[in-house]
Protein backbone atom coordinates (compact mmCIF):
# COMPACT_ATOMS: atom_id res chain seq x y z
CA UNK A 1 0.00 0.00 0.00
CA UNK A 2 1.15 3.47 -0.68
CA UNK A 3 -0.13 6.50 1.30
CA UNK A 4 -1.02 4.45 4.76
CA UNK A 5 -1.77 6.41 7.83
CA UNK A 6 -2.64 5.80 11.44
CA UNK A 7 -6.17 5.41 12.15
CA UNK A 8 -7.48 7.85 13.99
CA UNK A 9 -11.88 7.49 13.79
CA UNK A 10 -11.84 4.04 14.18
CA UNK A 11 -14.59 3.71 10.74
CA UNK A 12 -12.01 3.70 8.43
CA UNK A 13 -11.09 -0.25 7.09
CA UNK A 14 -7.79 -1.05 8.63
CA UNK A 15 -5.05 -2.30 6.47
CA UNK A 16 -2.97 -3.74 8.92
CA UNK A 17 -1.00 -3.86 12.00
CA UNK A 18 2.45 -2.60 11.65
CA UNK A 19 4.61 -4.51 14.08
CA UNK A 20 7.22 -1.57 14.64
CA UNK A 21 7.12 2.17 14.70
CA UNK A 22 7.11 3.78 11.67
CA UNK A 23 7.67 6.87 10.82
CA UNK A 24 6.14 9.12 7.80
CA UNK A 25 7.84 8.25 4.74
CA UNK A 26 9.28 4.97 5.92
CA UNK A 27 9.01 1.13 3.90
CA UNK A 28 7.27 -1.08 6.54
CA UNK A 29 6.03 -4.68 6.42
CA UNK A 30 1.89 -4.30 7.42
CA UNK A 31 0.55 -7.68 9.11
CA UNK A 32 -2.51 -8.59 7.84
CA UNK A 33 -3.32 -12.11 9.06
CA UNK A 34 -2.24 -14.36 11.81
CA UNK A 35 -0.93 -13.84 15.60
CA UNK A 36 0.47 -10.36 16.23
CA UNK A 37 1.24 -7.91 18.85
CA UNK A 38 -1.59 -5.01 18.77
CA UNK A 39 -2.23 -2.23 21.38
CA UNK A 40 -5.72 -2.56 23.46
CA UNK A 41 -7.51 0.19 23.70
CA UNK A 42 -9.55 -1.22 26.17
CA UNK A 43 -9.69 -4.47 28.57
CA UNK A 44 -10.94 -7.14 26.68
CA UNK A 45 -10.84 -11.01 27.60
CA UNK A 46 -9.76 -13.98 25.68
CA UNK A 47 -11.40 -15.21 22.67
CA UNK A 48 -13.45 -11.97 22.53
CA UNK A 49 -14.05 -10.17 18.56
CA UNK A 50 -12.17 -6.94 18.43
CA UNK A 51 -12.72 -3.72 15.95
CA UNK A 52 -10.63 -0.75 15.44
CA UNK A 53 -10.43 1.66 18.03
CA UNK A 54 -10.69 5.42 17.54
CA UNK A 55 -7.50 5.64 18.75
CA UNK A 56 -5.30 3.00 16.31
CA UNK A 57 -5.76 0.73 19.55
CA UNK A 58 -8.25 -2.73 19.56
CA UNK A 59 -11.28 -2.39 21.13
CA UNK A 60 -13.87 -5.33 21.56
CA UNK A 61 -16.98 -5.56 19.50
CA UNK A 62 -20.15 -4.61 19.74
CA UNK A 63 -19.92 -0.88 18.60
CA UNK A 64 -21.65 -0.63 15.30
CA UNK A 65 -19.66 0.87 12.51
CA UNK A 66 -16.17 -0.15 13.42
CA UNK A 67 -14.25 -2.58 11.24
CA UNK A 68 -13.58 -5.99 12.49
CA UNK A 69 -9.65 -6.59 13.16
CA UNK A 70 -9.09 -10.06 14.59
CA UNK A 71 -9.37 -12.13 17.94
CA UNK A 72 -7.94 -11.53 21.39
CA UNK A 73 -5.50 -14.46 22.09
CA UNK A 74 -5.24 -13.86 25.88
CA UNK A 75 -6.21 -11.12 27.93
CA UNK A 76 -5.80 -7.47 26.41
CA UNK A 77 -5.10 -4.71 29.27
CA UNK A 78 -6.03 -1.43 28.27
CA UNK A 79 -2.60 0.24 26.90
CA UNK A 80 -0.32 -2.61 26.53
CA UNK A 81 0.08 -5.01 23.91
CA UNK A 82 -0.99 -8.20 23.30
CA UNK A 83 -1.55 -11.22 21.32
CA UNK A 84 -4.45 -10.91 18.71
CA UNK A 85 -5.07 -13.35 15.62
CA UNK A 86 -5.53 -10.73 13.04
CA UNK A 87 -8.08 -11.29 10.83
CA UNK A 88 -7.93 -8.46 8.31
CA UNK A 89 -6.88 -9.75 4.99
CA UNK A 90 -6.73 -13.69 4.97
Do not use: H, R
Request: with cysteine; net charge positive; aromatic share 6%.
Amino acid sequence: YNGCSQMAAGTALPLGVAPVAVTSGDYFWLQTFGPAAVKAGTNATAGLSLIAGNTGAVIPAGTTGKAPVGVAMQTLTSGEKGMVFLTIAP
